[in-house]
T-cell receptor, first 111, second 117 residues
C-alpha cells in the first residue's frame, strides 16, 4: 500500500488558518489524495480529495504540489470543533475498495 | 436512520469468548467495509462487501474473524475465541456505489469498542 507521512501532532489558535502537511513521495500517477478526519469517539468523516489540481469545498482546501509528492490540507479558520485526528490517504487507482489510513495528525485548537 | 449505526457501542468480553458486532449501513448503500482501529493508530482495513458478496477479506487477521452480510444490508463481524490482542475499536463504513468511484465518500459509524479481559 502507498504510504503517507504526517506529523504526529499540531497546534493552532482558534480563528487562525491551519496548514496540515502530508508527504507521499511514492505516489503513483493514478493515486487520489483523500483527507478524512476523526473527532473524538467518532468514526472518520470525509473532508476533501484531489488528484492534481488544488481543490476547495466548504470544509477545507487541498493544495497539491506540482510533483504530487506532497499535499497540504488548509483549514481557513480553525474552530474548537476542528480538533481531531486528520488522515491523509492515498486511494489506488487500481483498487478503489481499499485504502491506507496511516497514523494521522492530531490537531489541537486553542481558544 | 440517517447514518451508519453500529451496536453495541461497547463490548467487554472474557478471553476465549465469542463476540458478534453489528453494522447497519445507510439504506441503499451497496458497499460495506469493516476496519479495526487499535488505540492511537489509524483504522486498518479488514474486509469489504458488495451487496451480499464478500469481495475482499485480505485484512482479516486470523481465521477467528468472520464477517457476513447475508441479505446485502446489515452486516455482522464475528470474532471467535477472543484474545487480548483483539481489543480495539471496530469501525463499519458504507458507500453508495459498487465501484467506489474516486469521488465517492465513505460514511463511517461510531464504532464498537471491544475490550478483551
Amino acid at each position: 500500500d502507498a504510504k503517507t507521512t504526517q506529523p504526529n501532532s499540531m497546534e493552532s489558535n482558534e480563528e487562525e488558518p491551519v496548514h496540515l502537511p502530508c508527504n507521499h513521495s511514492t505516489i503513483s500517477g493514478t493515486d487520489y489524495i483523500h483527507w478524512y478526519r476523526q473527532l473524538p469517539s467518532q468514526g472518520p468523516e470525509y473532508v476533501i480529495h484531489g488528484l492534481t489540481s488544488n481543490v476547495n469545498n466548504r470544509m477545507a482546501s487541498l493544495a497539491i504540489a506540482e510533483d504530487r509528492k506532497s499535499s497540504t490540507l488548509i483549514l481557513h479558520r480553525a474552530t474548537l470543533r476542528d480538533a481531531a485526528v486528520y488522515y491523509c490517504i492515498l486511494r489506488p487507482g487500481y483498487n478503489f475498495n481499499k485504502f491506507y489510513f496511516g497514523s494521522g495528525t492530531k490537531l489541537n485548537v486553542k481558544p | 436512520g440517517a447514518g451508519v449505526s453500529q451496536s453495541p457501542r461497547y463490548k467487554v468480553a472474557k478471553r476465549g469468548q465469542d463476540v458478534a458486532l453489528r453494522c447497519d449501513p445507510i439504506s441503499g448503500h451497496v458497499s460495506l467495509f469493516w476496519y479495526q482501529q487499535a488505540l492511537g493508530q489509524g483504522p486498518e482495513f479488514l474486509t469489504y462487501f458488495q451487496n451480499e458478496a464478500q469481495l475482499d477479506k485480505s485484512g482479516l487477521p486470523s481465521d477467528r474473524f468472520f464477517a457476513e452480510r447475508p441479505e446485502g444490508s446489515v452486516s455482522t463481524l464475528k470474532i471467535q475465541r477472543t484474545q487480548q490482542e483483539d481489543s480495539a475499536v471496530y469501525l463499519c463504513a458504507s458507500s453508495f456505489s459498487r465501484t467506489l468511484a474516486t469521488n465517492e465518500k465513505l460514511f463511517f459509524g461510531s464504532g464498537t469498542q471491544l475490550s478483551v479481559l
